[in-house]
T-cell receptor, first 111, second 113 residues
């Protein structure tokens, strides 16, 4: 186990709904990044949180938002779900040497 | 914007042969280049990485080379085994954006026994 845990592992939503995905990062790692991995594609950077503040964002609309808590756990929220949001959502914990360790992901299906 | 191109998209080799996967990056400020292995339904796992201050790094059967001038880096797997079959992703990031990896499109490696 990498120490990065994500929940839920799988979920199904319908268009227009909202979803919250959760991540517990590796002990001592105060930086977390979120990625979207569509089927057959490489992961795409959504955003990064450092000490509870967003400090980097990829090319994703504002309906993708996040939070980081004092214990460095994190949430990814997606509002107004669209069919194209169906993907594996990966959380990564970042070491001081900028090495990313990924969680097992949350697989979201939007119907 | 920043871009990482990866080739080939699929690669099939016989057990015991070598496999080479190549990536090019667009942003000359990139200085960290990890390689991830992702088995079906699993998380990406870091297998090797290289930083821009070195040209080559080796770990048992796996090696990575970096050519900063040409902005490309390659993964070399020797003496391939069936358990090496997976999708491999290269990635790049900059010093002040460590959590923001730009990934290549992936290479599906199949090692036939």
């Amino acid at each position: 186990e990498t120490g990065v845990t994500q929940s839920p592992t799988h979920l199904i939503k319908t268009r227009g709904q909202q979803v919250t995905l959760r991540c517990s990062s590796q002990s001592g790692h105060n930086t977390v990044s979120w990625y979207q991995q569509a089927l057959g594609q490489g992961p795409q950077f959504i955003f990064q949180y450092y000490r509870e503040e967003e400090n980097g964002r990829g090319n994703f609309p504002p309906r993708f938002s996040g939070l980081q808590f004092p214990n460095y756990s994190s949430e990814l929220n997606v509002n107004a779900l669209e069919l194209d949001d169906s993907a594996l959502y990966l959380c990564a914990s970042i070491s001081g040497a900028n090495v990313l360790t990924f969680g097992a992901g949350s697989r979201l299906t939007v119907l | 914007g920043e871009n990482v191109e990866q080739h080939p998209s699929t690669l099939s080799v016989q057990e015991g042969d070598s496999a080479v996967i190549k990536c090019t990056y667009s942003d000359s400020a990139s200085n960290y280049f990890p390689w991830y292995k992702q088995e079906l339904g699993k998380r990406p796992q870091l297998i090797i990485d290289i930083r821009s201050n070195v040209g080559e790094k080796k770990d048992q059967r796996i090696a990575v080379t970096l050519n900063k001038t040409a902005k490309h880096f390659s993964l070399h797997i020797t003496e391939t085994q069936p358990e090496d079959s997976a999708v491999y992703f290269c990635a790049a990031s900059k010093h002040n954006q460590g959590g923001k990896l730009i990934f290549g499109q992936g290479t599906e490696l199949s090692v036939k026994p």
